[in-house]
């Protein structure tokens, strides 16, 4: 490897406060020269596979994924743009077909995986850890946090937009009294939350959201948006208006990014989320103008950094009962990703956030539980 390739990558990552071959826990320790390379042909996808193949190691690799993203590092080594943006604008990777694509490539992974990280109650997205000290703790007081939000009341019907294992439609028939429908791309969530909620009068769909036409008093969708695409924002805001009355209300629970995108971050779309895509604040809010009056806006993207290092402290513990399947260039993957992700929300460059919708806006005014 050419000494000014080394040279140029040691600059970039000393922007960031970090060192090559130093002993502080953020710094890096370079095993294959290939690294310098390939993090400056590829960028983050580069960063992202050298790890997984073992070119480089620190003892907290959120700590180094942190202060990258913090200093925007990643912005100045961005392989590929010109092509992605260009497949962004001109075609819609979310399409029907498509869209199925992330189901079957990460939420059908196992739900061996997924209960081993998850906790308790599968809950795959952001808890509220705000009178908690638990992970389980946290992800009910969310569950919670919503039914309120939403002024849910015994008989209502409700219906979940990307439902995962059927966890929070469960809490919400089981405190709140309320019936509803699920949906799902993915078939092993389908048939874990039909067997979930058993008893509880609660369907549960392998469906797309764009194929919804009934009507429910109320709606919510956790962690979901992620996955609808710029294209189709506008069409999601538009299916959600006609499924409610003119006093219900929708709670949209999303990461969320800073500036506007047309597209996802590379080694995100390889590896996690194919055709994901984080929404802006003003990309939410041009969707649904004219469609919905914004009620509250409650942003607590602090929490999400706690709740992936209980995540990844919860599959490291188990991993040795995991399925062999999985082995180490995964297990590396997936401690890349949980750890990149509390990297982004620690940084500030990723927010989440829960939007509460109503088609009209709610008479008298609306105040929001906390």
């Known amino acids: 490897m050419p000494d000014r390739v080394a040279r140029k990558v040691q600059g970039l990552l000393a922007e960031a406060d970090v060192r090559i071959g130093q002993q502080r826990d953020w710094d890096i320790q370079v095993h294959d020269p290939r690294f ?41 080594v961005r392989a590929g743009d010109l092509l992605d943006a260009l497949y962004a604008r001109w075609f819609n990777p979310q399409t029907r077909a498509r869209s199925r694509q992330v189901g079957e490539r990460h939420y059908d992974l196992g739900n061996d995986l997924y209960r081993a990280m998850l906790g308790q109650r599968l809950v795959y997205s952001c808890a509220y850890w705000r ?28 219906v979940d937009i990307g439902c995962g294992w059927g966890e929070a439609l469960k809490f919400a028939a089981e405190h709140y009294g309320v019936s509803g429908v699920g949906i799902t791309i993915s078939r092993e969530q389908a048939d874990y939350a039909r067997d979930l909620c058993a008893g509880l009068p609660i369907d549960i769909r392998l469906q797309d959201y764009r194929d919804l036409s009934e009507r429910f ?25 006609r499924l409610l009355p003119a006093q219900g209300l929708f709670l949209l629970h999303t990461i969320g990014g800073n500036v506007s995108v047309r597209r996802t971050d590379a080694w995100i779309n390889k590896y996690i989320f194919p055709n994901s895509m984080l929404p802006s604040a003003a990309q939410i809010s041009q969707a649904s103008e004219g469609l919905f009056v914004l009620e ?21 513990a188990a991993w040795e009962h995991l399925d062999a399947r ?26 989440l956030w829960q939007i509460v919708f109503s088609p009209s806006g709610r008479a008298g005014g609306y105040i929001a539980a906390r």
Do not use: I
């Open 217 to 241: 008093d109320a709606g919510f969708s956790l962690g979901m948006f992620e996955h609808v695409g710029q294209k189709n924002y506008r069409t999601y805001f538009e299916v959600m208006r």
């Open 36 to 76: 310098y390379g390939r993090v400056l042909s590829q960028g983050s996808l580069g960063l992202g596979e050298s790890y997984m193949d073992g070119d480089w190691d620190a003892r907290s690799l959120d700590g180094v994924l942190y202060r990258l993203l913090r200093a925007h590092v990643d912005e100045r």
């Open 131 to 158: 009178d908690a000290q638990t992970l389980d703790a946290a992800q009910e007081a969310k569950l919670d946090l919503v039914c309120r939000k939403l002024q849910l009341q015994p008989g209502m019907r409700v």
């Open 326 to 351: 999985y082995d180490e260039r995964f297990r590396r993957m997936w401690r890349y990703y949980l750890s990149a992700s509390m990297g982004g929300f620690r940084a500030r460059r990723l927010q």
């Open 296 to 316: 509250d806006w409650h942003s607590f993207g602090a929490d999400y950094d706690r709740t992936l290092q209980a995540w990844r402290s919860n599959v490291e």
